[in-house]
């Protein structure tokens, strides 16, 4: 039997909206930035499933210049954290401040609060100040001194990180590197398109003439309705049998969390709304199961490094699909 909830509730007007949506917003980062089109796939994937992105790479290759670019293209409250080894979580999440007229204190929202929120080089804040944005980013809510504030909606966090071999940098723990829906790695551009890419940025940044495509309500009509994309139950028994298998094989200490199959199953929705479907299929989760699990999984220390996507490619491979 099917719960409650599970019915067919996007209707076809609700997906040509999102279609639309994510079609300006696609079109309009291109215009900005070289990005191959599996990655922007993957930020829309990420955008309509309400998760948050981890944008790792070597310096230089675009991070900020894609999250700016995603950032300018909705008609949201946007800020950005420059994270430094002396930020505070305060500085973040925001304060308590005494109000001298009033003689009371009131508090005074962080960055946190914005709709789409660029965390840059996220690996050079202290622990102490990733856990604490990484807890709201999961929360969705802030508590300072007993008073627990509501984030925005849409609420996504963007962040940039460099290779964790960097000196002078703090590399996310294995249990916050989950809070990721997806970790996008950009890579360098082929030759021909970073030519390209030379020609057309050598006049200034085009990331800021970006104007806004999409109203917040076009990115939360969307959101709602990748929400209400159907499952039917053997897709969900399907992703469990995936993450299962992650967990028995050899070359893993930790495989995925139950946490990384409700947010494959919620990025499995979004493809399916993004490939003009009302219903999703084991295609979605084979196609993002390396983008979603793939940096959760803690291998074990004699695995090699490209074991990662081994165990998810045997997992698949061994997981017969409906
Ligand atoms: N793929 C790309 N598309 C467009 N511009 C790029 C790309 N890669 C690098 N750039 C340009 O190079 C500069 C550095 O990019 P940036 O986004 O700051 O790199 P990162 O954050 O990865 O270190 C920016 O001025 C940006 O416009
Ligand atoms: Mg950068």
């Known amino acids: ?21 994510c079609g300006r917003v696609a079109a309009n980062i291109r215009r900005a930035v070289e990005v191959r089109d599996g990655v922007l796939h993957s930020l829309l994937v990420a955008l309509l499933a309400e998760g948050h992105i981890l944008i790792e790479d070597y310096p230089g290759v675009g991070k900020t210049a894609l999250a700016r670019a995603l950032a300018r293209s909705l008609d949201c409250q946007f800020a950005r954290v420059q994270c430094t080894t002396d930020l505070l979580p305060a500085d973040v999440v925001g304060t308590n401040v005494y109000n001298q007229r009033e003689q009371r204190f009131e508090f005074r929202p962080g960055p946190i609060f914005a709709n789409v929120v660029l965390v840059d080089e996220l690996n050079r804040a202290s622990p ?4 604490g944005l ?21 609420f996504v966090v963007l962040a940039t990180q460099n290779p964790i071999e960097l000196e002078g940098t703090y590399p996310l723990p294995e249990a916050q590197v989950d809070r990721f829906l997806c970790r996008l790695v950009l890579g360098y551009p082929s030759a021909s398109g970073e030519a390209e890419m030379l020609a ?4 200034g940044d085009r990331v800021r003439e970006l104007e806004p495509v999409v109203r917040r309500d076009d990115v939360l009509a969307a ?70 699990l793939a940096h959760r999984i803690v291998l074990a220390p004699e ?18 699909a409906l």
């Open 1 to 21: 039997m099917e719960p409650v909830g599970a019915a067919r509730t996007v209707a076809p007007s609700q997906l040509a909206a999102a279609a639309e949506t």
């Open 128 to 131: 102490k100040t990733q856990s």
């Open 134 to 154: 990484l807890e709201c980013m999961q929360e969705r809510h802030v508590t300072v001194d007993v008073h627990t504030h509501e984030l925005a909606r849409p």
């Open 200 to 203: 057309a940025h050598e006049s």
């Open 223 to 292: 959101q709602d309705a990748a929400a209400g994309v159907f499952v039917a139950q053997p897709l969900r028994q399907y992703i469990v049998a995936v993450l299962d298998h992650t967990r028995q094989d050899r070359r893993v200490e930790l495989g995925a969390s139950p946490r990384a199959g409700l947010m494959l199953l919620r990025a499995a929705k979004a493809r399916a709304l993004l490939a003009g479907r009302d219903h999703s299929l084991p295609d979605d989760v084979q196609a993002l199961a390396e983008t979603v």
């Open 303 to 320: 695995a090699d490094s490209g074991a990662r996507a081994a165990v998810l490619a045997d997992a698949l491979a061994a997981v017969p």
